[in-house]
């Protein structure tokens, strides 16, 4: 018997806490924390440790699997058999190749869902196999997620994916919107034992204010206030108003740093505390002496996650808490929403080469602007269903579960019935490649190597960890990469890497390196030189203790990168010709020329938000015994006042409607809600082949979600989650 000990990292969520996991004749015994791992040191969460029944789940998918029944069956598992990777790939590239003759490449699509962006090689072959392929139809997580941050950053800094993270460790102060934290791990913001640094921050005196339709679990250590859903753009607005017309702007910031300065003044200049309270729902005097508060803290950092994100004003939000920090000197500075270093120079050689940007494409559904190469995922059904050329007709998801993920999953449902082809590359038979012609089987984050590319430059403590591959894969599961590489091939596209190799020559170098196949470098390779030619990167020997892969590799439980984030970059972050941060865009005077007081539909009295667990991610892992023991249900939190207006009492079923929806939920009632907000976590209500997350019962609350054009945020293509109206109604007594 050969037990191993080997030295890794979770790549379920952000701080990529180091894990150990015990190998036994190539199965893995356990996961536990790594103590040795400079952040998390023996730091890692449920999820984490449970990964080891999602490893060894027997409701895996492990090998190549064909629908027999016809699309469109409610079969569910039974609707597949196995086949050989061969026949499958054969059959997927003639099958393509007939859609591509009657319809051209523009008929192909893409979605990749989240742990995609944990994968370096699987996102690396897909942005290659987008720009060689010239794929248009491509979607992903992000519309759900984060792209409207994105497009903040290219407004404000000419930069797309410069997003600054919150100096945790010399922050007074930090003012926190719409993110929890202490449940999520933290997101755009890569960082173990996150709860320690945030109770930090108020024993040396500081402060933290979390603003939150509920007092979540990160509110209840800190100071909460309680917004209403989707109030966030007001609240701002008006603690930029403040702050203006008081005086307690950072002058010397403003002239240094900004450009537009009076302009984003006069736009805010009508949102005052008073003016915005009925839609904040928050007390004139708490918003002034918050702003005041802000504004004269030493150091403070101005911070939002996907609270604010899913929002009819997501861009907006974004644009005004990054706005917040630089009018009152905080940008760039200690202590403040600083800019950290990538580990691959992405940002500089995207504004250099422009291979993906903003706006480059308009979807054909909603002449909605690309984020990133990416249209939004809430258009994707209509695309599929809408004739006409361009039409979405073979479509492939990877490491995603739209059904479950993206507004209106039963109508996205009902149009991949319709797609000539539909593949998708996966662990589990999940609720929307239930209706796939393939599932072909991909490794986990055990059975291939990495490099955590995006999450360096997210850190207020940059560090990196280089894992080889910890099993050998499961079955016949394959690395998104090489599957990716495999379909690319049957239609005559090379995924070669465009972006890194383009720029400063790389491909030239790499033909000159020893074991360097300049015709197919591997992801392993293309990681490798980025890396060394990247801000951390050791030159090839030029730079002493810089970064290659062999030199992470003598560094298996991970490597702090520098303490601190290094400030006083603003220049080299920012990309628009007059160096300057741009605070007063057209489309964001525009956006806040149009915020209205919203509208009541006595029909619909309540908002719904989301909202996270701590034993759940997203929509994978409710077939983990060690994460569904206990009580474990699918609910929705409801103020109790508003509970008692709908005649509903704690533990009993309710029915929420929208507009465009309903779902039945067990009703949780708490205090923890304001009034009027009901929160409930999306990813549940299963369908798949994960036998005990079906079990779990529960709904899918996107179902209540609007994919209508009008519903879509304009700048970055969000879908809107959070704050859609609703209204509650008894189904049973509890
Ligand atoms: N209402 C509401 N909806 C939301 C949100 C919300 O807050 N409220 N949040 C949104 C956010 S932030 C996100 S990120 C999305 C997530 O949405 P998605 O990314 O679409 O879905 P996930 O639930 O993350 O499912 C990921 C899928 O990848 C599979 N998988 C896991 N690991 C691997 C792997 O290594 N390789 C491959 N190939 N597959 C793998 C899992 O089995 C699962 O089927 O949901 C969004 N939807
Ligand atoms: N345990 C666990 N951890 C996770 C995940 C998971 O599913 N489970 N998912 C991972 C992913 S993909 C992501 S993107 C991150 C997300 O990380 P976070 O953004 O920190 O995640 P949430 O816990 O959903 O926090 C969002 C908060 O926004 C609040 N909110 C809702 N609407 C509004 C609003 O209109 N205004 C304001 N101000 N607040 C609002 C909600 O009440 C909630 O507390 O978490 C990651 N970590
Ligand atoms: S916090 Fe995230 S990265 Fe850390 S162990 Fe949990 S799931 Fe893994
Ligand atoms: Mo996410």
């Excluded at 997101?187 to 024993?203: D, F, H, V």
């Excluded at 080299?572 to 007081?597: F, G, S």
């Excluded at 996107?702 to 109604?729: C, F, H, K, Q, Y």
Aim: glycine residues 10%; proline residues 6%; neutral net charge.
């Amino acid at each position: 018997m050969s037990q191993r000990e080997i030295p890794t990292y979770c790549r379920i969520c952000e701080p990529l806490c180091g894990l150990i996991a015990t190998v036994e004749d190539g199965k893995l015994v356990r996961l536990r924390a790594d103590k040795e791992h400079p952040l998390s040191r023996g730091n890692a969460c449920p999820k984490g440790i449970a990964f080891t029944e999602i490893q060894n789940d027997p409701d895996r998918v492990l090998y190549p699997m064909r629908r027999v029944t016809t699309a469109g069956s409610e079969s569910g598992t039974a609707g597949f058999e196995r086949v050989s990777w061969a026949e499958a790939l054969d059959d997927i590239g003639a099958r393509l190749r007939t859609v591509i003759g009657a319809h051209g490449r523009e008929s192909l699509g893409w979605y990749f869902g989240n742990p995609s962006t944990f994968s370096y090689s699987h996102t690396l072959w897909l942005v290659g196999f987008q720009l060689a392929a010239g794929l248009r139809h491509v979607y992903s997580a992000g519309s759900q997620d984060i792209n409207n941050r994105f497009v903040a950053s290219e407004l404000l800094y000419g930069s797309l994916t410069s997003v600054p993270v919150p100096d945790l460790d010399r922050t007074d102060f930090l003012l926190m919107l719409g993110a929890n934290p202490v449940v999520s791990h933290g997101s755009a913001m890569s960082m173990p034992r996150i709860r320690e640094k945030l109770t930090a921050i108020t024993k040396r005196g500081g402060r933290v204010v979390v603003v939150d339709p509920r007092r979540t679990e990160t509110a209840r250590l800190f100071e909460h206030v309680g917004v209403r859903p989707d109030g966030d753009a007001w609240l701002l607005a008006a603690l930029l108003q403040v702050i203006f017309t008081e005086g307690l702007a950072d002058a010397q910031a403003l002239r240094r740093q900004a450009a537009g300065v009076r302009e984003l003044r006069d736009a805010v200049g009508r949102f005052t505390p008073e003016a915005t309270a009925v839609v904040t729902g928050l007390e004139p005097d708490r918003v002034r002496t918050l702003a005041g508060d802000l504004a004269r803290a030493g150091r403070a950092a101005v911070y939002g996650r996907t609270g604010t994100c899913l929002g009819r004003h997501a861009t907006l939000v974004a644009f005004l808490i990054d706005a917040l920090a630089l009018v009152t000197g905080n940008l760039d500075a200690p202590g403040g929403s600083v800019f950290g270093k990538e580990l691959v120079a992405v940002s500089k050689l995207n504004a250099r080469l422009g291979l993906i940007g903003y706006g480059k494409n308009r979807s054909r559904i909603g002449d909605f602007p690309d984020v990133l190469g990416t249209f939004p995922a809430a258009i994707m059904a209509r695309e599929i269903t809408t004739p006409g050329p361009g039409q979405l007709r073979a479509l492939f998801t990877s490491a995603g579960n739209p059904v479950s993920s993206v507004p209106n999953g039963r109508e996205l449902s009902s149009a991949l019935a319709q797609l000539d082809l539909f593949v998708s590359i996966d662990l589990y038979l999940n609720d929307t490649n239930r209706m796939a012609d393939y599932i072909l089987p991909a490794t986990t984050f055990l059975e291939r190597d990495d490099i955590p590319l995006p999450f360096t430059a997210l850190s207020p403590t940059p560090y990196t960890q280089y894992t080889e591959r910890v099993l050998e894969p499961y079955g016949e599961a394959r690395e998104e990469w090489r599957i990716i590489d495999d379909i690319a091939t049957r239609i005559g596209v090379q995924p070669f890497v465009v972006g890194p190799a383009a720029a400063g020559g790389l491909l030239s170098r790499l033909r000159g390196l020893p074991g360097g196949r300049s015709a197919r470098p591997t992801p392993k390779l293309l990681a490798d030189l980025a890396i060394r030619t990247g801000p951390y990167g050791d030159w090839f020997g030029l730079r002493r203790g810089g970064l290659s892969l062999r030199m992470l590799r003598r560094h298996p439980h991970g490597l702090v990168l520098s303490d601190a984030v290094t400030t006083g970059v603003l220049r080299e972050i920012v990309q628009h010709k007059d160096n300057r941060v741009h605070l007063a865009p057209q489309e964001i005077l525009a956006e806040l020329r149009a915020l209205e007081t919203p509208q009541v539909d006595p029909a619909y009295p309540l908002r719904v938000i989301g909202m996270r667990e701590l034993k759940s991610h997203n929509s994978w892992m409710h077939n983990s015994e060690l994460l569904m023991r206990g009580d474990r249900t699918h609910a929705a939190r409801i103020n109790p006042k508003d509970a008692a207006v709908a005649g509903i009492s704690d533990g009993a079923r309710c029915l929420v409607t929208s507009a465009h929806g309903s779902i039945e939920v067990t009703a949780r009632l708490t205090e923890d809600m304001t009034e009027g907000a009901v929160a409930i976590p999306h990813g549940w209500g299963h369908n798949g082949g994960w036998q005990r997350a079906n079990a779990a019962g529960g709904a899918n609350v996107n179902d209540l979600m609007s994919t209508d054009i009008a519903d879509v945020e304009r700048l970055a293509g969000m879908s809107n989650l959070n704050g859609v109206p609703i209204r509650l109604d008894p189904l049973s007594a509890g």
